[in-house]
């Protein structure tokens, strides 16, 4: 498999300091840095899974999944923790990933709405009007002006190899986005109550979409024969910074319709600092507390925050730290990223730490410790 190169931005450290950290000579970085060299920023989909298939064929339900996730960080892990889950079933060694070419807007749309059972041919898999659903111990009714969907949307990868410079399609993945909340809203006194379904209950409601969703898989033309994973993703609140998780995956060997058995796979995210993420890790808490605290100290400038730990089964997967900020000045760029390139090592050694620093207009590169790395990689964008 090819792997994506990068030409690192990396210059000597120098302390010009008394005390912690030793802030590298930003006026020397700037002079040997070339600026006719742009470091491509790393990309979260080909680091550790596939190759992406050239050339790029966009999916026919490109930019849907946006008309019905609210939630950003949901949006994009749902892609990325489906195709982490795919390594499992289809060795990146061997296949390419492509973006799914089999479901159409239209059927994706239909199977969306709620089904309707005066209406033949109907394949919407969102529960009918009138059909009764628990949120928070309390009985809700579908209702066609408060509808009950907890089937929010279904996204499809596709894993191929290439024969005479032909795309054959080995393998599907299908995250099934699934919404464990209903709004309750009461127009006469403005009233609203957000309600959420237990883990269990909207696990069990998305294992009945599959199993009437396998049936009109295979009659898509195309995916009658081969292996199909499927993954149940529950979604996040859309008012909240960080995303849900996969939380049970069933493999369909090729040409069957239905289901044997379920895996259950546990995913969450915290944003830090958070004390719930202690079961995991006492240290993550008080590592970027200090982390942090250095960084505002050394660059007092004003900037935004957010980090993000992704926990898959017992284990710190990622640590994910975004800085949205304006430099005014090269120097300035250059001593923050460096900065970060130092402060990153003293997360514990077997996190894989990435943070990315942005302003509301551009990417402006990016600084990655990998697990058990001796030294951090600076990625930069333009300059």
């Known amino acids: 498999m090819k792997k994506l190169k990068y030409l690192f931005f990396i210059t000597p450290l120098f302390l010009v300091a008394c005390i912690r950290p030793p802030v590298p000579n930003v006026e020397q970085a700037i002079q040997s840095a070339d600026p006719n060299?742009?470091?491509?920023?790393?990309?979260?989909?080909?680091?550790?899974?596939?190759?992406?298939?050239?050339?790029?064929?966009?999916?026919?339900?490109?930019?849907?999944?946006?008309?019905?996730?609210?939630?950003?960080?949901?949006?994009?892990?749902?892609?990325?923790?489906?195709?982490?889950?795919?390594?499992?079933?289809?060795?990146?060694?061997?296949?390419f990933f492509r973006e799914g070419q089999y479901l159409t807007r239209d059927f994706v749309s239909r199977i969306l709405q709620p089904f309707d059972p005066d209406v033949e041919d109907h394949i919407g898999l969102n529960p009918p009007f009138g059909s009764e659903h628990t949120f928070?111990?309390?009985?809700?009714?579908?209702?066609?002006?408060?509808?009950?969907?907890?089937?929010?949307?279904?996204?499809?990868?596709?894993f191929v190899t290439i024969n005479e410079g032909e795309f054959q399609l080995e393998g599907v993945a299908i995250a099934i986005a699934l919404n464990p909340y209903h709004w309750i809203r009461d127009t006469a006194t403005g009233f609203e109550d957000n309600l959420r379904m237990t883990d269990d209950e909207i696990i069990s409601v998305g294992q009945d979409i599959v199993e009437d969703f396998l049936p009109l898989l295979r009659e898509q033309e195309g995916l009658e024969d081969v292996p199909i994973l499927v993954g149940l993703f529950i979604l996040q609140s859309y008012t909240e910074t960080i995303s849900g998780g996969f939380a049970s995956i069933s493999y369909i060997e090729e040409g069957r319709s239905s289901i044997d058995s379920w895996e259950s796979v546990h995913e969450r995210h915290f944003r830090l600092p958070d004390n719930g993420i202690n079961v995991y890790d006492v240290n993550i808490n008080d590592e970027f507390n200090s982390f942090s605290n250095t960084v505002s100290n050394y660059f007092p400038h004003r900037y935004g925050l957010i980090?993000?730990?992704?926990?898959?089964?017992?284990?710190?997967?990622?640590i994910s730290i975004t800085f949205n900020m304006e430099f005014f000045g090269l120097s300035e760029k250059v001593g923050f990223h460096q900065l970060l390139e130092q402060e990153i090592m003293n997360f514990s050694p077997e996190y894989d730490v990435r943070i990315l620093v942005r302003s509301p207009d551009i990417l402006h590169g990016s600084v990655i410790r990998p697990p058990f790395a001796e030294e951090a990689f600076v990625h930069r964008n333009s300059w």
């Open 37 to 95: 060299i742009i470091s491509p920023l790393p990309n979260e989909s080909t680091d550790a899974y596939f190759s992406t298939a050239l050339p790029l064929q966009s999916s026919p339900t490109r930019g849907l999944i946006y008309e019905h996730i609210r939630n950003n960080a949901d949006i994009e892990q749902v892609e990325m923790s489906m195709m982490r889950l795919a390594t499992e079933f289809f060795d990146p060694n061997d296949y």
């Open 136 to 158: 928070d111990d309390e009985t809700v009714e579908s209702v066609s002006d408060n509808s009950v969907r907890p089937l929010a949307y279904v996204l499809e990868q596709n």
């Open 307 to 318: 980090a993000r730990a992704h926990i898959v089964e017992t284990d710190v997967y990622r």
